[in-house]
């Protein structure tokens, strides 16, 4: 069974950094497409950033140059670094792993970035 834990939200002044984690069990991060999304009160979810198996990512337009998605094989852990915050990126932040079967989900982390 997959299971997906995310961590590292909180509160952060605008202009600074987050490093959101995703500790995966069940599948194995480096042979398993997996990505972030998010979503804002009152907004749909949308899509942050993902990276592949051989290791290539892609992002969001609005992303580019100011979140990194990267993985640690060792820990079965993808991480989203992000930095450059503004108001616009407070979200409840959810990771994702594609499966041939099915999408799983973690339960999201909060990240609030507010003066």
């Known amino acids: 069974q997959v299971q997906l834990v995310e961590s590292g939200g909180g509160l952060v002044l605008p202009g600074g950094s987050l490093r959101l984690s995703c500790a995966a069990s069940g599948i194995s991060v480096g042979t398993t497409a997996m990505g972030w999304y998010r979503q804002a009160p009152g907004k749909q979810r949308e899509f942050v950033a993902n990276?592949?198996?051989?290791?290539?990512?892609e992002y969001a337009e609005s992303m580019k140059g100011r979140f990194t998605i990267s993985r640690d094989n060792t820990k079965n852990t993808m991480y989203l670094q992000m930095n450059s915050l503004t108001v616009e990126d407070t979200a409840v932040y959810y990771c994702a792993a594609y499966r041939y079967d099915a999408t799983s989900w973690g339960q999201g982390t909060q990240v609030t970035v507010s003066s």
């Open positions: 990276i592949f198996s051989g290791g290539n990512s």
